[in-house]
């Protein structure tokens, strides 16, 4: 097993992230709010950005997401992770951006956790505590013609996808006075067919052969890091920076 999936694989097992790991979220209906499983905890949002973290039915925080491209869209993401203490919860915002081509089209969700403070007073706004890459589904139009169908072997498209997991783990450097563990992030990127890339015109390549049309991953923008919790900048940070991978994260 490759050493990003069983990083996963250990942490999903790991019997000390118990009381503090992330709890799904589900919804009744389709314009129902997401709920823990004893629907002691709900979140709603809307596209424009407008949420509401309600705990017992009683509203404890809403905000309004902060927009950072004019077309940003937002949606709650479908898990919470409740501190151990008790003193509060970090939610998950998807910041949607998409983009349509000739042929094409792209989706790129990031996570931004916000983290909503239980028993401040009413109107206190959660604030933004870390954001990374969630997702991302890149379809790009590769045949003009039918000699680009013929070089390509009818693969007329590539293909950019990224999927991502957070999960908690014990805190390593004093996050634990804070109530904050440290975070996992696990990211998978791949593209179709093998060696494409959205930084060059995939039609100036060799002629597709058979054993090109395979998903290939990413080396570079598969990765695992560690996030802590940074009391002084009241965020968390990566042991190390992320590759910019644009390739997976521009719409």
Not at 1 to 18: H, V
Not at 117 to 140: C, F, H, N, T, W
Not at 176 to 205: H, Y
Request: net charge negative; aromatic share 6%.
């Amino acid at each position: 097993m490759p050493p990003i999936l069983m990083m996963a694989a250990a942490l999903a097992a790991s019997p000390t992230a118990i009381g503090q790991s992330f709890e799904a979220l589900t919804q009744a209906s389709k314009d129902a709010p997401l709920c823990t499983e004893e629907g002691g905890l709900c979140v709603t949002g809307t596209p424009e950005g407008a949420f509401v973290v309600t705990r017992k039915g009683k509203p404890v925080a809403q905000w309004t997401a902060k927009k950072e491209q004019d077309d940003d869209r937002f949606r709650p993401l479908p898990s919470v992770l409740r501190l151990s203490d008790g003193s509060g919860v970090l939610v998950g915002v998807g910041v949607q951006r998409s983009k349509m081509y000739s042929g094409g089209n792209a989706e790129v969700i990031f996570q931004r956790l916000m983290l909503v403070r239980l028993g401040q007073k009413q109107g206190s706004e959660p604030v933004a505590v870390m954001e990374a890459p969630y997702s991302s589904d890149i379809s790009i139009r590769a045949c003009f013609d039918e000699k680009d169908m013929k070089q390509r072997l009818d693969a007329c498209a590539d293909q950019y996808t990224l999927t991502s997991t957070l999960a908690s783990a014990p805190s390593t450097h004093g996050g634990t006075q804070s109530g904050m563990p440290d975070l996992i992030l696990v990211v998978k990127a791949t593209n179709f067919p093998r060696g494409v890339s959205r930084q060059a015109d995939s039609l100036e390549m060799p002629a597709l052969t058979q054993t090109d049309l395979v998903e290939e991953t990413d080396k570079i923008c598969t990765y695992s890091r560690r996030y802590t919790f940074n009391a002084a900048a009241h965020a968390y940070r990566p042991n190390v920076p992320l590759p910019p991978c644009e390739d997976f994260t521009v719409p």
